[in-house]
C-alpha cells in the first residue's frame, strides 16, 4: 500500500496538522463558514420545531393538526436542506486545501439554494403547506387545507435547492477533474480496476475522492428533482391533464432520498478531513476506500426504492433491487470508515477536545442508525415496521447523532484552525451531553417503533404518550448542550473569519 495517494495523505498531515485548513483559499473559506453557519443554524432552528412536536406528541402542549402537519414538513425539509448545506461547506474547505475552488461560484450556488429554503418556508408557515417534506403526488394538489399558490411555492423551493445543490456540485467535479487531470483519475479507477497494483496516476485524498462521487450522486439526484417538478409545473399551468403517480414517486423519492442520503455521506467526508489531525496518522487512499466510495455512486441512487414496498404497482425487480442495495450500501460505511476512523485512533495519544469528542459520537450514530435503516429496508420486516416510530428512530439516529455530529465536530475543527484558539474546557462536558441527549432521544423513538406507535400522526392516543414523554427531557439535555457549542463557536468566529484573512493563504 502506499504509493502517491499516500504520499498527499502524509504531506496533509504533517508538522502542524491543524493548519491544514490554512493551506485553503481565503476566499474560499469564508464561503465554505457561511454555508456552515447557515446549514447548522438552520438545523438549530429545525430542532426547535422537533422539540414543538415531541411536546405535542407527549399531550404536553396542543398544536392544531393543521399547524402540526406544516411544522412536521418544514421540520423534515428543513432538516435535510440544512444538515446537507453544512455538509457541502465543511467539504469544500476541506477539498480547498489541494483544489482551487471558486469562491464565487460558491457565494452564487449558497444564494440560489438559501432562496428555495425561503421559499419553503413560505409554503409550509404562510400557505399552510403541509403534505410532509416528501410532497407525494398527487397530495399536494388537492388543495383540502393549503392552497396551489402554497403548492407551487413548495415546488419552487425544491427547485431552487436542487439548482443550488446541481451548481455547487458541477463546479466541485469540474474542479477536481481539472486538479486531476480527469474525472476517471479523481476516481481513481485505473488504481481501482488494477486491484491497487497500478499507480502510475497521482491519487486524490479521501475528502477529494468522497467530493467527486457525492457531487455526481448530487447532480443525478438534482436531475431527478427536475424530471418530477416540471410536469407539476405544467400541470399547475393547464399544459397537462395529470401526472403518472407511480412516476412522480419514483422521481421525488430518488430526488429527496439521496438529497438525505448525500448529507449522511458528505459528512462523512469531513471525518476524513479532520480526525487524522488530531490523531496525527494520515488517512490514506487505500483500494478499499477507492473500492467502497466508488461504489457508493451507484448503490446510494437505487436504494429509494426501499421506500415503495407497500405501492403495489412497483416492479418486483426494482424491490429485489431496493433491498439488495440497502444492504449493500452499508458496506462502505461500516467496513471502511468505521474500522478506518476506530484504527487512526487507536492508541494514537488522541486529545478527546469536543471536535473529536463529536467525531467519534457521529461514528457510533452512524453505526446504529445504519442497523436501523438495514433492518427497515428487510422487505417483511418493512411491512410491519415502516409507518411507524422506527423510521423516525434510524433517521434520527444516523442524522443527530451521526451527520449533524461529524458537521458540529469539523465546524470545531475548523474554528480551531483558523482562530489559534482551543475550545472551552466546558465544550467537551457539552459534547459528551449531546450524545447523552440524543441517544436518549432517539431511543424513545425506537422503543415507540417497536410498540407500533404510528408515525406522522399530529393526535397521539394517551397510550402513546409515554413515550415521547420520557423523551422531552433528553431533547431539553440536548437544547442546552447546543446551546453551549454554538456559544462556544460563536466566541472565537470572529477571530477564526479574521484568520481567513491570513496573508500566506493562498489567493
Known amino acids: 500500500m502506499g504509493g502517491q495517494g499516500a504520499v498527499l495523505a502524509d504531506e496533509y498531515t504533517a508538522g502542524t496538522p491543524l493548519l491544514a485548513p490554512r493551506r485553503a483559499n481565503g476566499e474560499v473559506l469564508r464561503a465554505s463558514m457561511a454555508y456552515m453557519v447557515a446549514g447548522l443554524g438552520g438545523f438549530l432552528v429545525m430542532g426547535l420545531l422537533g422539540l414543538l412536536m415531541r411536546l405535542d406528541q407527549g399531550g404536553l402542549m396542543v398544536i392544531p393538526p393543521e399547524w402540526f402537519y406544516r411544522l412536521m414538513t418544514l421540520h423534515g425539509a428543513g432538516m435535510v436542506a440544512s444538515i446537507l448545506l453544512a455538509g457541502l461547506g465543511g467539504l469544500a474547505a ?40 416528501t410532497i407525494l403526488y398527487p397530495l399536494p394538489t388537492h388543495g383540502f387545507v393549503w392552497t396551489m399558490d402554497s403548492a407551487l411555492a413548495m415546488y419552487a423551493g425544491y427547485l431552487f435547492v436542487a439548482l443550488g445543490l446541481l451548481l455547487f456540485s458541477a463546479h466541485m467535479l469540474y474542479a477536481l477533474a481539472r486538479s486531476h487531470g480527469g474525472l476517471t483519475k479523481v476516481l481513481a479507477l ?21 467530493a467527486a462521487v457525492i457531487s455526481i450522486d448530487s447532480i443525478v439526484a438534482a436531475a431527478a428533482g427536475a424530471v418530477y417538478l416540471i410536469p407539476l409545473f405544467a400541470q399547475a399551468a393547464g399544459i397537462v391533464g395529470s401526472v403518472n403517480a407511480l412516476f412522480a414517486k419514483n422521481a421525488v423519492l430518488l430526488f429527496g432520498h439521496t438529497m438525505a442520503n448525500l448529507s449522511i455521506y458528505v459528512t462523512a467526508g469531513l471525518v476524513y478531513a479532520a480526525l487524522p489531525a488530531f490523531t496525527g496518522r494520515a488517512w490514506r487512499t487505500t483500494w478499499p476506500v477507492v473500492f467502497a466510495w466508488d461504489l457508493i455512486i451507484v448503490l446510494m441512487l437505487i436504494n429509494y426504492s426501499h421506500h415503495l414496498y ?175 457549542l454554538s456559544w462556544d463557536i460563536g466566541a472565537r468566529f470572529k477571530a477564526a473569519w479574521r484568520g481567513t484573512h491570513d496573508p500566506t493563504l493562498e489567493s
Not at 489541494?98 to 429554503?117: E, M
Not at 486524490?204 to 475522492?209: M, S, T
Not at 450524545?435 to 436518549?440: L, N, R, V
Request: proline share 4%; net charge positive; glycine share 10%.
Open 94 to 133: 476541506a477539498v480547498s486545501a489541494t483544489t482551487r475552488l471558486s469562491a464565487r461560484v460558491l457565494w452564487i450556488a449558497l444564494v440560489v439554494y438559501l432562496l428555495g429554503t425561503g421559499f419553503v418556508d413560505l409554503a409550509t408557515l404562510v400557505g399552510g403547506f403541509g403534505a410532509g417534506w
Open 310 to 484: 407497500a405501492d403495489f404497482a412497483q416492479p418486483i425487480g426494482l424491490q429485489l433491487l431496493a433491498e439488495i442495495a440497502s444492504y449493500a450500501v452499508a458496506l462502505p460505511s461500516f467496513i471502511v470508515t468505521i474500522i478506518g476512523a476506530l484504527a487512526l485512533i487507536y492508541r494514537s495519544g488522541i486529545r478527546w477536545t469536543a471536535a473529536p469528542i463529536l467525531l467519534a459520537l457521529g461514528l457510533w450514530g452512524w453505526v446504529f442508525g445504519g442497523l436501523g435503516a438495514v433492518l427497515d429496508a428487510t422487505i417483511p420486516v418493512n411491512q410491519v415496521m415502516h409507518n411507524t416510530m422506527w423510521v423516525p428512530a434510524h433517521f434520527h439516529t444516523y442524522y443527530l447523532l451521526g451527520a449533524v455530529a461529524f458537521a458540529w465536530g469539523y465546524l470545531f475543527y475548523l474554528v480551531r484552525a483558523l482562530s489559534n484558539r482551543g475550545d472551552a474546557r466546558a465544550s467537551r462536558m457539552a459534547a459528551w451531553l449531546y450524545g447523552i441527549g440524543g441517544a436518549g432521544f432517539i431511543f424513545m423513538f425506537f422503543v415507540a417503533g417497536a410498540n407500533s406507535v404510528p408515525r406522522r400522526y399530529a393526535v397521539h392516543l394517551a397510550q402513546w404518550q409515554i413515550y415521547a414523554r420520557i423523551a422531552v427531557p433528553f431533547v431539553v439535555l440536548l437544547a442546552l448542550s447546543l446551546a453551549w
Open 190 to 210: 485505473r488504481y481501482l480496476f488494477s486491484g491497487g497494483r497500478d499507480e502510475r496516476n497521482a491519487l486524490p485524498r479521501p475528502p477529494e475522492l468522497i
